[in-house]
């Protein structure tokens, strides 16, 4: 569904989490503590804890996991034979490959993190940590309408080949209805944030750059660039944002973010325009970085939920994302629709008759 020239960073071994005996927090020039650096968020670590798994993971799970991981990826590199057969109808499903059913980039591409991530020196089994059950809260009723969605209203912030865009009506009708990550407008899932998520993919890189009065932080996927204005107010409402409007301050050593002014069309997990963001940011040593947001839209789930992980430096550099050339995905996207549709009129017709 993309034509992309991508520059994967793979993954290294997880700097340590535990704050080091000792440690002193590297300061600018006016007395904050330098957050500096590239960070790469990729983790096995998912956003919700899987069912049967405690909050925490020992060492022997963990690697046990890890192992498994290493051995589907050794599996998924392998060597393709010249002469097999083809795909079945409808795809291989999500074994077959980024990209959902049919398979769009092989494993090559892919850079799902290879370790679980650590905060306070535990193996987390999810990174929302409040509700304490791992799990992010119901939606509301309103919510839940909200996304079932008719036609004409944007589709959600669905990464590629999600499954569940077929099940959204009219979410073929207009390429403006097609998810901005899909269009290459923006990082696909949350990966340009707030909250700024992993996207179990690819592009994992984080870059911040801090000045007294403002913080970059650039994303690797889109190269979408993020401004935290410091000490500042945010705008008024009727100025609205993809990424919203982020404000910071400095509460002791930890820089906190707050974000509002969400547009209508970036929709984290379904969420309204008057989504709430709250990032703390916080230094836990020398290749360390701890990363705590809390979700609040009161329209969309029935309480405010919370998550955290750590951002370990790496020496990787961002390149260039550079993505659809010419865009005639979105082209082929839509006139497939349109061949389906006609499909389905012919059939129907032919059915009454």
Known sequence: MRSCILFVAFAGTLAAQTTPAGYKVPRMPDGHPDLGGIYDIATLTPLERPAGQNATLTAND?????????????????????DRSAPPVGGQGRGGGG??????YNGFWLDPGTKYNMVDGQYRSSIVIDPASGHIPPMTPEGQKRLGGGRGGPVSDAGEGDPDLDKTPGAYDDPERRPLGERCLLGFGSTSGPPALPDYMYNNLHQIVETPDSVMILTEMVHDARIVRMN??????????????????????????????????????????????VEHFTRTGPRSLLYKFTIEDPATWVRPWTGEMTWPLTDQHIYEYACHEANYALADILSGARARDKEQAEAAAKAKH
């Open 62 to 82: 963990v690697k046990k996991l890890e192992t498994a991981n290493s051995e589907r990826r050794s599996a998924g590199d392998a060597p393709l034979e010249a």
């Open 99 to 104: 990209g959902g059913k049919v398979g769009g």
């Open 232 to 277: 500042s107010q945010h705008l008024p409402q009727n100025i609205r944002k993809w990424m919203g409007d982020s404000i910071g301050h400095w509460e002791g050593d930890t820089l906190v973010v707050d974000t509002t002014n969400f547009t209508t069309k970036t929709h984290f997990r379904g969420s309204t325009e008057n989504l709430h963001v």
